[in-house]
């Protein structure tokens, strides 16, 4: 028993663990077999219903009969025809009943049968419900003769039909005399012969029967159908839907950057070890974000470090040479002074820049409901003082404004400052901003009309400390750099281009949904 029970589980366990292959035709072959099981018993249970409701004998009154005028019943008959052999001989040869009929005709007599007890006679003036009065047919319009009648009859009507239908055809005389040569039967009666014979067709199956025999039918495809869903549900559930939802929740989660869980894999297939290739690609980006992260922070230390430790000697420079500068007797020791200190100045800007760069990569932004337009006028009045240091003219314009987005005042403040003292630094004469707003997004756009970007400065001039020329002055190269990392951290980009007149255009985009309220119309606060 044991024995047995541990074969029972082995085979469980390479069932559950085998491909996913094997597996979908194991249970397409179970959904097969159930199908075929459950449709032989249907169909049977169907069968036997639809049986049920047939009548005892369902032919009971149907098939060839004859008209007995003493009994005024339709009879169950069969035909004596001898099809082209004449009539006068097959009698002679068959009976000592004297043939009166012309020997060229062809005679086809109707003798009452009692060899189908099932079938049952039919009395004309009260016919039985299931035999369907209407349907009745002479058989002789089959053949063509003289006088039959082709439509179907009323029960009422046989008996004057059938008198004169005798009457009008050969072999009347022939089926009297043969009627008074035979025997009686078990029951003492003369069977009753006719030159005359009708067909009752069968009445058709019941309503319901019908019902049932085309349910059978139809169940048949039903039933497999049914099966083949059941089991593909059941496949999908048992071997698919754990780790599709595991790979589908890793992938979401990935791109979310979130690598704090593990991808478990439950069996040991083709899916399962895709789980298991999914859980070495989270490690592997778990691994190498710690190593970026530990990357960041060293060289975030490194730049504070180095910015603290170079404040002082730079300090003691630039007092030092300041010191020279006051005492000194010579003009020319007195510039050189001068210039150590421009300098030294100048590498206490660049330790500062590094310092405030590590802060603003760490920074969020933080939107908050903002009137554009009301922006827009605060950074104009800010470049106006800007511009008028570079000697320069301002131009500012708007367009399309609506009255309050989502949008972090600070961020984009910073943003345009950036812009503008770039713009002002190049410029010839005029410098010029405009904001618009469309489909969710603050775009601003700063332009000069100064020498403009060249090919490398249009691809590089957005890296932090890059410059195509660094002259005296303080450039560090960090204005397009902080713009561009504000914009991307407002869900948006900076743009670099050839204005169309001449000049430097930049064209910084944010995103800025208009607020909830505005955008269902709901009244101001």
Known sequence: MASVSGALRGLRSRAANCSVRAAFALYAAVALLAALALSFVVTGLLGLLANSLLPVDPYAYSGTYVYDARKGELVPAEALSWYEIPASEALRESSSVQVTADATDIVTLYV?????????????????????????????WWTGAEGSQGKSLDFADVAAYDAAARAARPGSEDAERLAEGLPDNADGERPAVSNVGYYLPYPGDPGAYRALAWLAVASVPAIFVACLVIAGRRFYRSRLAGPIAAMDDAARRIAANDLDFRVRA????????????????????????????????????????????????????????????????????????????????????????????????????????????????????????????????????????????????????????????????????????????????????????????????????????????????????????????????????????????????????????????????????
């Open 112 to 140: 009452e049968s009692r060899a189908d007890a099932g079938k049952l006679p039919i009395a004309v003036d009260a016919p039985p419900s299931e035999a369907r009065d209407g349907e009745l047919t002479d058989l002789a």
């Open 266 to 525: 439950t069996r040991d297939d083709e899916l399962g070890r895709l789980c298991e290739q999914f859980e070495a690609m989270r490690a592997e980006l778990e691994r190498t974000e710690g190593e970026l992260w530990r990357a960041a922070e060293s060289r975030r230390q490194v730049n504070a470090a180095f910015a603290h430790d170079l404040r002082t000697p730079l300090t003691v420079v630039r007092g030092q040479a300041e010191l020279i500068a006051r005492i000194a007797g010579r003009d020319d020791v007195r510039a050189a002074a001068a210039a150590i200190v421009r300098q030294a100045e100048r590498l206490s800007d660049f330790a500062d820049s590094m310092r405030g760069l590590d802060a603003l990569e760490a920074a969020e932004v933080d939107p908050a409901p903002l009137d554009p337009a009301a922006w827009v006028r605060e950074v104009a009045a800010d470049a106006r003082e800007v511009v008028r240091d570079a000697g320069c003219g301002l131009v500012v314009a708007s367009a399309g404004l609506p009255p309050l987005v989502m949008a972090d005042g600070r961020a984009l403040s910073r943003i345009a400052d950036n812009l503008v003292a770039n713009a002002a630094r190049y410029a010839r004469s005029e410098v010029g901003v405009s904001l618009s707003w469309a489909d969710g997004e603050l775009e601003l756009v700063v332009t000069d009309d100064g020498p403009g970007f060249g090919d490398v400065a249009l691809e590089r001039a957005a890296e932090p400390f890059w410059g195509e020329s660094k002259g005296a002055g303080g450039h560090l190269g960090l204005g397009l750099y902080v713009a561009r990392l504000l914009a991307e951290k407002h869900g948006g980009s900076l743009e670099l281009a050839r204005a169309e007149g001449g000049g430097a255009l930049v064209r910084a985009r944010v995103s800025a949904p208009e607020t909830p309220a505005v955008a269902h119309g709901a009244p101001d606060a």
